[in-house]
């Protein structure tokens, strides 16, 4: 059950947990429980951005209801590696950003 202490000095009780909460909960990473999560199809509460697990669900996760967990770790069932793509603002290269053709040589640089 997870503790939220409000600003008026009150605290709710809730069975809800977000999914850093829920794989804790579960004892794996975050990545694992979010690769596993949509490979079983766990029912969640919330919306797409800001899912929402209840404790009773995570229960029957690790009581073997959606699958064994300790086979789903395999190697070749391992979720890709992330990788962060470099945002420009707006779509612009930098000024100091130029642009090289591997095949002809040719250099372009940024026009702002």
Known sequence: MKEITLDDGRVLKTPWLRVNEAA???GVSRRWFEHHAFKVNLPHGGTRKTRLYHVK???ALMSGEYGD??????EDDSPPPRRRRRRLPNGKLPEDMSLVDPVTGKIYTAKM
Do not use: K
């Open 24 to 26: 804790a909960y579960c």
């Open 57 to 59: 669900i995570l229960d």
């Open 69 to 74: 967990l300790n086979n789903a770790c395999a």
